[in-house]
């Protein structure tokens, strides 16, 4: 049965868009731009980083753009003092709660976290710094997990759930004390169901995952490539 | 036209943001024309001077004495600029942070010595518990991100200044 149509607005402009699409889905379909940081195309959407907030006439609370589905009628903003504000928060709290020492980082340059705050014009955070001790898990044959540079977005833990089912990852504790684990809370090294296929380092938006050798600025990610390949196993989720 | 007075000071950093301040090129002819270097790590000046316009300041605050200084330049600087990561976030000497001050002088001064195992204490300034970027100890009136920011980033703030334009943002900014 093919999908119902559905027009909604996005700023204002007429949008035909389908059932079943988020608005996230809808806007880039129509070359609108929504920043993202956990989402990834081809990846269950978890709305974990609120960077994709939009808002939606006809009430105040704010819908992330990644999880939410699009209503016939609905009229979205993308931009607006308020969102850039809240945008913003999300953003340095990202900053304050790890240690980005984005310097000495192998992602710097291409860090989706560092490249979102230079867009957004982020010179200065407006909190205290958490410095918090993190270890740095170097057990694996052939990647690194760094905490110090993760944000807790989940790509891993979907990447490896959705796309290999491996199911390797996942989050532990809470709040201010989250942390990704691997099998049981294992070494990365001793966990026995990774296949060392590496979809998390390149799924991974910061420098938090990556391939061992890499110095500052060398380690480049495929994020393309792992929605790509869920394109091509139709494995849409 | 009266020159602008213009100060740099370097607390804990590498000394790099100075680097990249010098490394504008042609740009610093110009700008020397239209403003006095009047203390620094570039130039002779014993003590920080009264009614300086300008400061541009690269480094965490990290100890006794870097707090000090750094209230004496906010007392005595009209516009307060904090240069690269180490001044904005804490940055590379942040990385020490989570460990013990004494852990960290013992493993570095005794452990990690060949020779002359002791932690020095007489003419070094006694170190805070962390090293945290400027703003969490006077008020700043800029931030240049950047490890170090570019050169050209810096001669568009000094000489927009220097010309009387203060822009709140719009320069390129990117950590690391
Ligand atoms: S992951 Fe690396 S480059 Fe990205 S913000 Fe953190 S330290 Fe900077
Ligand atoms: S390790 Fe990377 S992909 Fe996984 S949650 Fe952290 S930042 Fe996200
Ligand atoms: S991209 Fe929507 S919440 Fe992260």
């Known amino acids: 049965m093919p999908k119902k149509k559905l027009s909604i607005r996005i700023d204002g402009e007429l949008i035909n868009a389908v059932e079943g699409q988020t608005i996230l889905q809808a806007a880039k379909a129509n070359g609108k731009y929504i920043p993202t940081l956990c989402d990834l195309e081809g990846l269950t959407p978890v709305g974990a980083c609120r960077l994709c907030i939009v808002e939606v006439s006809g009430t105040d609370r704010l819908f992330q753009a990644c999880t939410t589905p699009i209503q016939d009628g609905m009229s979205v903003i993308t931009t607006s003092a308020r969102l850039t504000h809240d945008r913003r928060i999300s953003l340095e709290l990202l900053f304050v709660e790890r240690n980005h020492v984005c310097a000495v980082c192998v992602s710097n340059g291409r860090c989706e976290l560092q490249s979102l705050a230079s867009a957004m014009g982020i010179s200065t955070v407006r909190f205290a710094y958490n410095y918090p001790k993190l270890g740095v898990d170097l057990s694996h044959p052939r990647f690194v997990l760094d905490h110090n540079r993760c944000i807790l977005c989940t790509r891993c833990v979907r990447v490896c759930a959705d796309l290999e089912g491996a199911h390797v990852w996942e989050l532990t504790s809470r709040g201010i004390h989250s942390r990704i684990v691997s099998d049981l809370n294992q070494r990365w090294g001793d966990s026995r169901s990774c296949t060392n296929c590496g979809k998390c380092v390149q799924a991974c938006p910061t420098g938090a995952l990556a391939e061992k050798g890499y110095a500052v600025e060398e380690m480049v990610k495929r994020t393309d490539n792992i929605s790509s390949l869920v394109e091509r196993r139709e494995v849409q989720v | ?176």
């Open chain 2, 1 to 176: 036209m009266k020159k602008v007075k213009v100060a740099t000071v370097w607390l804990d950093g590498c000394s790099g943001c100075h680097m990249s301040l010098l490394d504008m090129d042609a740009a610093i002819i110009s700008l020397a024309q239209k403003i006095d270097l009047v203390y620094g790590p570039l130039v002779d000046a014993q003590e920080f001077p009264e009614d300086v316009d300008v400061t541009l300041v690269e480094g965490a605050v990290s100890s006794h004495d870097d707090v000090n200084k750094l209230q004496k330049v906010r007392q005595r600087t009209h516009l307060l600029i904090s240069l690269g990561d180490c001044a904005v976030t804490g940055n590379v000497p942040a990385m020490r942070n989570s460990i013990p001050v004494n852990k960290l002088l013992q493993r570095i001064y005794v452990e990690g010595a060949q020779e002359g195992k002791v932690v020095p204490t007489d003419g070094v300034p006694a170190l805070l518990k962390q090293a945290r970027p400027l703003r969490e100890f006077v008020k700043v009136d800029m931030c240049l991100p950047g490890c170090p920011p570019p050169a050209k980033t810096i001669a568009a703030v000094i000489s927009d200044l220097v010309d009387g334009k203060k822009r709140e943002a719009g320069y390129a900014v990117k950590f690391g």
